[in-house]
C-alpha cells in the first residue's frame, strides 16, 4: 500500500470516527484528494466540508442499521455512503461565501465531479457521481469487498453462469 493509500485511508477513518478499518474499495473515490487539499483550505472551509462529509455519510449508513436487525450493531460503510458524503461536502464547500473561498476551495469546485447532494438528482445512490451505473454494476469484486464476487447457489445447484 503506497503512501497516499495510508494517508486516505487514515484520514478517512478519522473523519468518520471508524475504528474498525477501513477497507481499500472505500478510497476509491478519494485517491484524487492530497493532504495539501486540506491543508489549502481555509479553516471554516475544511471544517464545513469534513463535517458535512462525516455526518452525511453516517446518516447514509445509519439508515441502513434497521435492514440488519435488533442488536446486530451498526453496518459497515459502503461506496454509497462515500458519495453521499462527498456530495455534502460539496455542497458545505457550495454554502461558503463566493467572495471569501480560497483559491482551493474553487479549485476542488471545479474539479469534483459529483453532484451536491441538494443538486438534480439527490435520491440517486450508489456510486452515481463516479461511475455510470451499469459499469458499476458489472465491476468486478475485490478481495476487500462486503460482497462475494460468486451468487451464492443452493446445495447440489450448479451455477447458471458456468
Known sequence: ?????????KTLADILGEDRGIP?????????FTPEDLDELRV?????ALSAFARV???????RGGELGEGA??????????????????????????GEMSEKAL??????????????????DGGSGYD?????????S????????EPATGAGERDPRA
Do not use: F
Open 24 to 32: 481499500d474499495y472505500m478510497i476509491d473515490r478519494l485517491r484524487a
Open 44 to 48: 471554516n472551509e475544511r471544517e464545513a
Open 73 to 98: 450493531g451498526r453496518p459497515a460503510y459502503v461506496d454509497g455512503d462515500i458519495d453521499w458524503g462527498l456530495r455534502a461536502a460539496k455542497s458545505a464547500l457550495e454554502e461558503q461565501p463566493a
Open 107 to 124: 479549485e476542488l469546485l471545479s474539479d469534483c465531479t459529483c453532484p451536491a447532494a441538494t443538486g438534480p438528482n439527490p435520491g440517486i
Open 57 to 63: 455519510a453516517r446518516q447514509s449508513r445509519d439508515a
Open 1 to 9: 500500500m503506497s503512501k497516499h493509500e495510508t494517508w486516505l485511508k
Open 142 to 149: 475485490r478481495e476487500d469487498d462486503p460482497v462475494p464476487s
Open 132 to 140: 455510470d451505473v451499469e459499469p458499476a454494476l458489472e465491476r468486478e
